[in-house]
């Protein structure tokens, strides 16, 4: 569960600002450097082979260009999950934080660094580590990513992002035949408040 939880915080690094034209990876590079702060509520539900139903979990999350990204999730229990480009801790309902930072895990960061790719659709690195289809219908886009080289093709077949003027939707289907879904909405731009500063502290 933590390799998967770790995998899907990074993912939401993707998100953008508007996007208002028939739709490039370079327009998506461009765009998604745009909005200093994003913040957003999240639905989340994993589907996992002999469970009848899907494990479902709610939130709120904000990323900021400047601090990195804090993540918590409200139900059914709740955790908080604050990470940058050398540190990451996590809390579960107010016990003892577990830090994790580059020097302790230097395998798990360069992952990290990996799907950066995906964070800013860096179009270089996507087209080396993944076969990728962009499309755009109605003014909603979707990008598919297939991993095509180690260690992302040994967990996922793919990954799917999707979203209008925000990212709205993130699919990933692992080689377990699982997959899990993640739906935002509720999305804001507007700079950090002095309270949301101090949550990155």
Do not use: C
């Not at 002999?50 to 939130?59: F, I, K, R, V």
């Not at 830090?99 to 230097?106: D, F, L, S, Y």
């Amino acid at each position: 569960m933590k390799k998967y939880f770790v995998i899907v915080i990074t993912l939401f690094l993707i998100f953008s600002s508007g996007i208002t034209q028939a739709i490039t990876l370079e327009n998506l590079q461009q765009q998604f450097s745009q909005n200093k702060v994003v913040r957003a509520d999240f639905k989340q539900d994993r589907f996992i082979n002999g469970l009848s139903h899907p494990l479902h979990s709610t939130g709120k999350m904000i990323i900021s260009q400047q601090d990195g990204l804090w993540w918590q999730q409200l139900s059914p229990f709740k955790m908080t999950l604050k990470m940058n480009q050398v540190r990451m801790e996590q809390n579960i309902d107010g016990g003892t934080p577990q830090i994790i930072t580059a020097e302790n895990q230097p395998q798990l960061f360069q992952f990290n660094h990996l799907l950066s790719a995906i964070f800013t659709a860096d179009a270089q690195m996507l087209k080396n580590n993944f076969k990728l289809t962009l499309t755009e219908h109605d003014k909603q886009w979707n990008l598919t990513l297939i991993p095509i080289s180690a260690p992302l093709n040994k967990i996922f077949k793919q990954i799917q992002l999707s979203g209008n003027v925000y990212l709205e939707k993130i699919a990933l289907d692992d080689m377990q035949n699982d997959k899990t879904e993640i739906t935002f909405f509720n999305h804001k731009t507007t700079k950090l408040t002095q309270h949301e500063q101090s949550l990155f502290k």
